[in-house]
């Protein structure tokens, strides 16, 4: 079955990390653009990073930049999301997404409203939650 799986999620306070992986099975992640959204109760769903895999070009929200770091481990087939220095407004549902390779910037495919070409896959969603 092709298709992507997130863990890693959990409870953590203020100011903790958690690392979110992505794993694929089926298909060779390496191959695929992958970005991490999520989407907070009440809220719209929102891009957090995203990654090429041509040349491994990312792109952060402007939220998370400087506390989260998206990669790839190639060998295991996964990426990675480690977040850090936590806020309670990161919580929510984390889902990852896959995509083919086209000619879409790293920004335009991490923003809800340019996305144009849709993800193949998507997973489920991981829960987030932030809180003392």
């Known amino acids: 079955q092709l298709q992507v799986v997130e863990s890693g999620g959990g409870l953590v306070q203020p100011g903790g990390s958690l690392r979110l992986s992505c794993a694929a099975s089926g298909f060779s992640l390496d191959y695929y653009a992958v970005g991490w959204f999520r989407q907070a109760p009440g809220k719209e769903r929102e891009g957090v990073s995203c990654i090429l895999s041509s040349d491994g070009s990312t792109f952060y929200a402007d939220s998370v930049k400087g506390r989260f770091t998206i990669s790839r481990d190639n060998a295991k087939n996964t990426v990675y999301l480690q977040m850090n220095s936590l806020k309670p407004e990161d919580t929510g549902v984390y889902y990852c997404?896959?995509?083919?390779?086209?000619?879409?910037?790293?920004?335009?495919?991490?923003?809800?409203?340019?996305?144009?070409?849709?993800?193949?896959?998507w997973g489920q969603g991981t829960q987030v939650t932030v809180s003392s």
């Open positions: 997404a896959a995509r083919l390779p086209d000619s879409t910037s790293v920004q335009d495919m991490c923003v809800i409203s340019r996305i144009i070409i849709p993800y193949n896959y």
